[in-house]
């Protein structure tokens, strides 16, 4: 993000659409009209990919699969600017 005016930018924001396969320790919580997230956390732990929802808002989650794949990267544009 960049300072703009005063007001914060988006900058080289994307949507990503990630696959999971073989997910196991499925844990969703505070599941809303919102479902903010502070970020993504992914580690391996025990051979598995460890994914990890970062609670906002009370929206949080957490799973492990064994095979995990970015699918597609574009590019977002807002419908209108701030």
């Known amino acids: ?11 080289n924001d994307s949507v ?3 696959r ?4 196991s320790e499925f844990e969703l919580e505070g599941f809303n009209q919102q479902n903010v997230l ?3 956390n ?3 732990d025990a051979d598995l990919l460890h994914v990890e929802f970062e ?3 009370q929206f ?3 799973f492990r699969a064994r095979k995990g794949m970015v699918m597609e990267v574009t590019p977002f544009k807002p ?3 701030l």
């Open 60 to 62: 949080s989650g957490e």
């Open 55 to 57: 609670h906002c808002y």
């Open 42 to 44: 992914l580690s391996i």
């Open 16 to 18: 990503v659409h990630f």
């Open 20 to 23: 999971f396969e073989d997910v």
């Open 38 to 40: 502070s970020s993504l």
């Open 1 to 11: 993000m960049t300072m703009l005016e005063g007001q914060y930018v988006l900058a």
């Open 79 to 81: 419908e209108t600017d």
